[in-house]
């Protein structure tokens, strides 16, 4: 898709939702007028309005795709957006569950009665209700588990065996399998007789009868190939396989490197047991930004942005606690100097340009560091090379850009020596901020936690008080 095609599908989406949002208050003010009339017919005309309204409105919905309406939904406050829930067709709840926001789905499921959690979990396959499973009631999943027949129930007992960051939870068991001691012709033929093939298939899979993997067929090689080829001369021998115990992320980066859009999955004796598809790892790779950026802020998880005052202050208070605490030391730094600053007013006129500076050099240290790890390109026998190389880039741009501050104040105050303390200030604390940037992520990840959870919180809060005390302490020193 081109990027002007991009656009158009970006601006009719939004044409969309505001067609939505429209009919939603046309009815409230539709309603707010016949509740204020007064006659006979009144409850006739009020219902009859109001079902007006509701019939354009599911029109509209039943023209959208399942992604389309889930992203109106997530931009609707709650009221709205459960009036809107309630009038998509039954038969499309499943597909709108899987592609809304977790935090989005909560809000759907608990507006919804068990028969329809059911009615809406039967439509979808293993992996999906693996997906979908965590977030039901317990006697809807038993339920669920009861109704499905026993190579379902296996299937979905498997995916739910697996950590959700690993492949065998995201992997699809709907999959062509075929033999590679038969002719193109007798594959073609066996394709024709399905019903449909699964989404995604670029490839068909080549196992043995003991369901051992072989290698795959591209679809394309078994289209321009002479029919009566046998398939093991035409099929791929080295394809890229994956393990269900291997790290989802790792095989997102792999379906990127190799321009993949589906791939096997297979046990520890090479047994075929299922596939990996595009769309599964783009919503990873999607659900892994909007994670770190969420941790990069301190925020515990994703936030329904119309979500309740207080679900809201859950999710955010922890690390504003922890940034009021750095804050503090901050002032208790800024305090150790109140003499100075008494003697000379431009202190504290300057130091806000050296914190301020320091901070989002660190951010941009930490930014990328979080990214190359994330990437597996740190290891520990780059990572002394890794920070000599910041700690130069901070350099350089330390004494660049602090000789300008320092011409500035000189400039302003008229005094070289306060322009070169800024200049010297302004040095240190980019490189402490270059160290930090490098330190703070790696330190979280020996913990064993995420890299960039609260990174951009803790080395703001470096660079503000280190900052301070380094161009307070240096002015003391040398302009007092």
Do not use: C
Not at 75 to 94: C, I, K, N
Not at 419 to 436: K, S, W
Not at 448 to 457: F, L, N, Y
Request: hydrophobic fraction near 45%; charged fraction near 25%.
């Amino acid at each position: 898709m081109t990027e002007i095609e991009v656009k158009k599908t970006q601006d009719s989406l939004q044409d969309r939702l505001a067609q939505v949002i429209e009919l939603l208050q046309r009815q409230r003010v539709v309603e707010d007028l016949t509740h204020r009339q007064e006659g006979h017919h009144h409850d006739l005309v009020e219902n009859l309005v109001h079902r007006q309204n509701l019939v354009e409105l599911q029109r509209k919905l039943d023209d959208l795709h399942p992604a389309d309406i889930a992203y109106i939904l997530e931009a609707l406050p709650l009221d709205d957006r459960l009036t809107v829930w309630q009038l998509v067709r039954s038969d499309r709840d499943g597909d709108i569950l899987l592609e809304v926001s977790d935090a989005v789905r909560q809000t759907l499921i608990a507006d919804m009665d068990d028969h329809e959690l059911l009615a809406a979990a039967k439509e979808m396959d293993a992996d999906e209700l693996a997906d979908l499973a965590p977030e039901l009631p317990r006697d809807v999943v038993h339920e669920l588990m009861e109704s499905l027949d026993a190579q379902q129930r296996e299937r979905v007992r498997s995916a739910l065996s697996y950590d959700e960051e690993q492949v065998g939870a995201l992997m699809d068991f709907e999959m062509v399998t075929i033999r590679e001691d038969v002719s193109l012709e007798v594959v073609l033929r066996y394709l024709r007789r399905l019903k449909e093939l699964p989404g995604h298939t670029d490839k068909l899979f080549v196992v043995d009868y003991d369901g051992i993997l072989k290698g795959v067929l591209p679809i394309k090689r078994l289209l321009v190939n002479d029919p009566d080829k046998k398939v093991a001369e035409v099929m791929a021998n080295d394809p890229v396989t994956f393990h269900p115990e291997e790290d989802a992320y790792d095989a997102a980066q792999a379906f990127e490197r190799y321009d993949l859009v589906s791939a096997p999955v297979v046990d520890k004796k090479e047994r075929l047991i299922g596939r990996l598809t595009i769309d599964e790892m783009v919503d990873l790779i999607r659900e892994e930004s909007e994670s770190e950026v969420l941790n990069m802020a301190g925020l515990r998880e994703e936030e329904d942005i119309f979500a309740s005052v207080w679900r809201s202050l859950r999710n955010r208070w922890a690390w504003l606690a922890i940034n009021l605490i750095t804050a503090f030391v901050a002032s208790r730094v800024i305090g150790l100097f109140e003499g100075s600053i008494e003697k000379l007013v431009a202190l504290a006129a300057l130091m806000p340009i050296v914190a301020g500076i320091g901070g989002n050099s660190g951010n941009q240290t930490i930014t990328m560091i979080v990214r190359a790890m994330a990437l597996d390109q740190v290891s520990p026998g780059n990572t002394s090379r890794l920070m000599r190389k910041e700690l130069a880039v901070s350099l350089i741009n330390g004494l660049v850009w602090g000789g300008v501050i320092g011409v500035v104040a000189f400039w302003l105050y008229g005094s070289w020596s306060l322009g070169l303390v800024m200049t010297a200030a302004m040095t240190l604390n980019l490189l402490l901020a270059a160290l930090m940037g490098v330190l703070i992520p790696m330190t979280l990840t020996r913990l064993g936690r995420d890299p960039a959870m609260g990174s951009s919180v803790m080395i703001t809060a470096v660079t503000d008080s280190g900052g301070f005390f380094i161009f307070l302490g240096l002015a003391t020193l040398f302009l007092m």
